[in-house]
């Protein structure tokens, strides 16, 4: 695999590879030394071109955990802010001979684009309301630690599934390992079609109730230019999950960051039932694998005798040692 771009690209067995990986890099992120070499003397190039907190640390702490060389570009205070254009601002960091792009952007196939422009791998950290591979993964992650499996799991996205490149990949991911999906919330926030991906659709929380995972998405009102809810407080009497709406069993998952009051009430948030702080922990350790997934194998800096391997990873304790 080179890119990563869509969980379109990604076979069941990908996606399991992958995250048995990451329980690789999650043991060794509980060592003192959470640092391997795989990926030293290589450099990637974090190009954030919209806000982001916890994709862009965790990418940033994974490939440095990895003993990377990391470039991060923000759109504020780069020279986006001059009217650079995406496809000079990869030509001039090229410069550097990265091994990756990571590339969030608020237009839908930007990483894609990127992908002519660069012999580097490129990792789509966000492009629009398009997708977002690498949080997939990490739901995944932290949901299949915690139930054991997710063949034949029932997961709810309720709210903003209209925005949500969260709810694309979400669903496709979850599906290509045997879950079944149910989209939900007002009209007006469920695109036409999204059946098409391989789930249901619902405009009411009826039936949640029997739900496994309630995963609820943010209400994205920096990209409703338009009036697409009569009032958050209409929405939230509808939409909000809280404490008392959430079953003794039920999980719920949010990927961050939360409007408060809003899609949750703030009660739930820390609840036991909640794994949004695992997702957050997850994503150093998925983002690791991925890295590792795109570059291990594609590299020309591996010393002789080096562990790049999970197999090695397993058996060789020393990669914990300073890089
Ligand atoms: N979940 C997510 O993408 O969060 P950030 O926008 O903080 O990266």
Redesign the pocket.
């Known amino acids: 695999m080179r890119h990563l771009i869509s969980v379109a690209d990604l076979e069941r067995t990908d996606i399991e590879r992958i995250l048995d990986r990451a329980e690789s890099f999650a043991e060794v992120g509980r060592r003192d030394i959470k640092k391997v070499p795989t990926l030293r003397g290589r450099t990637i190039v974090s190009l954030f071109l919209e ?6 640390s965790s990418f940033e702490l994974a490939a440095k955990r990895l003993s990377a060389d990391v470039v991060s570009i923000r759109s504020s205070g780069s020279s986006a802010d001059k009217g650079e254009s995406l496809q000079d601002m990869v030509a001039t960091l090229s410069a550097y001979d990265p091994a990756a792009f990571i590339v ?1 952007s608020p237009e839908v196939g930007a990483a894609s684009l990127v992908t002519r422009w660069t012999e580097a791998s490129v990792i789509n ?2 492009d629009g309301k398009h997708e ?1 591979p690498s ?1 997939a993964l990490l739901d995944l992650f932290a949901l299949r630690r915690r139930m054991g499996s997710i063949e034949g799991a029932s997961v709810w996205f309720v709210g903003d599934v209209l925005h949500s490149r ?1 709810a694309r990949s979400g669903i496709q991911a979850f599906t290509k390992l045997g879950a079944k999906v149910t989209v939900c919330g007002p009209p007006t926030l469920i695109p036409r079609g999204i059946e098409a991906l391989g789930c249901s659709v619902s405009h009411t929380l009826e039936g949640s109730e029997k739900a496994d995972v309630i995963y609820a998405l943010r209400l994205q009102r920096e990209r409703m230019g338009e009036a697409f809810l009569p009032s958050l407080r209409e929405y939230a009497a509808r939409y909000q999950i809280d404490s008392r709406s959430l079953g003794p069993r039920q999980l719920l998952m949010h ?3 939360v409007n408060r009051g809003v899609e949750l009430a703030s009660d739930v948030i820390d609840d036991p039932r909640s794994l949004i702080a695992e997702q957050v922990a997850s994503g150093v350790y998925v983002r690791m694998a991925i890295l590792y997934e795109l570059l291990s194998g594609s590299g020309p800096r591996r010393e002789s005798g080096e562990a790049t391997t999970t197999t090695d990873i397993a058996r060789h304790p020393e990669i914990g040692q300073p890089a």
């Open positions: 806000a982001s907190t916890r994709t862009s969030r950290a966000g977002h949080q969260v990927p961050g960051p």
